[in-house]
């Protein structure tokens, strides 16, 4: 199994940047590919980032050029460094387990809550 457990939220003004944390661990875990999710309140849970194993990134339109998606595999831990934040940002964000997805396991994290307010 996959166990994926997401750290670094919180409570910033406009402007300003956080580094979310998602370590992995479990058997299943082998530097999979992990994405970054995200749901704000009333709306649907949403993509932000994928990495893979290799490294091949991918970015929804609306964080590129503001966040990076990164891996230390060392640490079994993805990185997502959210700079420039908005209103918009606000969310619980999720980390989640493209590669064991595709194996049938569907493994989540608790969420991390990102409030941007003034």
């Known amino acids: 199994q996959v166990q994926l457990e997401e750290s670094g939220g919180g409570l910033v003004k406009p402007g300003e940047s956080l580094r979310l944390s998602c370590l992995a661990s479990?058997?299943?875990?082998?530097?999979?590919?992990i994405g970054w999710y995200r749901q704000a309140p009333g709306k649907q849970r949403e993509i932000v980032a994928t990495?893979?194993?290799?490294?091949?990134?991918h970015y929804a339109d609306s964080v590129k050029g503001r966040f990076t998606i990164s891996r230390d595999d060392a640490k079994s831990t993805v990185y997502l460094q959210m700079n420039n934040l908005g209103s918009n940002d606000t969310a619980v964000y999720y980390c989640?387990?493209?590669?064991?997805?595709?194996?049938?396991?569907?493994?989540w994290g608790q969420g991390t809550q990102v409030t941007v307010s003034a």
């Open positions: 989640h387990d493209l590669t064991a997805s595709i194996l049938g396991v569907d493994a």
């Open positions: 479990g058997s299943m875990y082998r530097n999979n590919a």
């Open positions: 990495i893979t194993r290799s490294g091949s990134i």
